[in-house]
């Protein structure tokens, strides 16, 4: 059923699930362990939990999507994750800029922050070319 989607497509969705599926587990599972890991500046498990939830959920349906072979369902995901995306970098640079953060907090923030620009730009590549 997934034939008439390119390799590419499928690797890039099996990545986003990846990612989405290893840090939905850190603020799901064991948001306490992995704020104290981090050492946050604030923690509310309501919060990083929702976070965690979200993550597993875009997981979830970037794994539907390939399944079923629609490239409209496919374009609208990676757009959602591409927005998603673009907005927590924002949100990292914001963070980096305005809070007093530990360095601890700090070099995890650029490296989350790297992580996702990586992807944003491999979400990017590949709608570019889902839409040639």
């Not at 959920?57 to 927005?83: K, S």
């Not at 490296?111 to 040639?132: A, E, H, M, P, S």
Request: glycine share 4%.
């Amino acid at each position: 059923m997934t034939d008439n989607i390119s390799k590419l497509v499928k690797i890039v969705l099996l990545f986003n699930s990846v990612a989405a599926f290893i840090f939905g587990f850190l603020y799901l599972v064991i948001p306490g362990i992995y704020a104290n890991l981090e050492d946050a500046l604030y923690f509310d498990p309501y919060y990083w939990r929702a976070f965690g939830a979200t993550l597993i959920i875009l997981g979830v349906f970037a794994l539907i999507v390939v399944t079923r072979a629609d490239m409209r369902q496919i374009e609208l995901l990676i757009e959602i994750a591409i927005a998603w995306v673009s907005v927590i970098i924002l949100l990292d640079f914001w963070q980096l800029i305005v809070f007093p953060l530990s360095p601890t907090y700090r070099i995890h923030t650029w490296i989350n922050t790297i992580l996702l620009i990586v992807l944003d730009c491999v979400n990017i590549f590949t709608y570019i070319q889902i839409k040639k």
